[in-house]
């Protein structure tokens, strides 16, 4: 809870800092109409609730039912925001998404390091 609190802080200060050291002329950034004129139906609020609940429940209990439901919300949302338009772009995203993990697993030493300090509900000690 101290190193919560602590970077807590220091977002907040960096936050204000940045805010009062900005440039005088920077041009005024407006919102498209549909962010701004957002309504919620019902649908949004019963999501809005239930993912507060999941989200609590993982911060308290570190359950790994509530874990996997994270993974699956954001492997989703993943999979949901990425259009392909043909067959060979998939196959170079996952030809490239390959090298990259076989880099990062076997040619350097970060996987270790985060298996071993990452605090998971799979993780054995």
């Known amino acids: ?18 805010e009062q050291t900005a440039p005088p002329n920077v041009p005024n950034v ?11 139906d019902t649908k949004n609020l019963v999501c809005l609730v239930l993912s507060s609940v999941v989200g609590v429940w993982y911060l308290l209990k ?9 993974g699956l919300a954001f492997a989703l949302n993943g999979v949901e925001l990425l259009h392909l338009n043909n067959v060979s772009t998939g196959c170079i995203l996952l030809g490239g998404l390959f090298v990259y993990d076989v880099f990062w697993v076997f040619g350097t030493n970060v996987m270790v390091t985060v298996a071993k300090s990452f605090e998971a ?3 054995r000690k």
């Open 121 to 123: 509900p799979i993780k």
């Open 62 to 70: 570190k359950h790994w039912i509530a874990n996997n439901l994270f």
């Open 30 to 40: 407006r919102l498209p109409s549909e962010i701004v004129n957002y309504e919620f």
């Open 1 to 18: 809870w101290i190193r919560r609190t602590l970077w807590l802080l220091q977002f907040k200060l960096k936050v204000f800092k940045s």
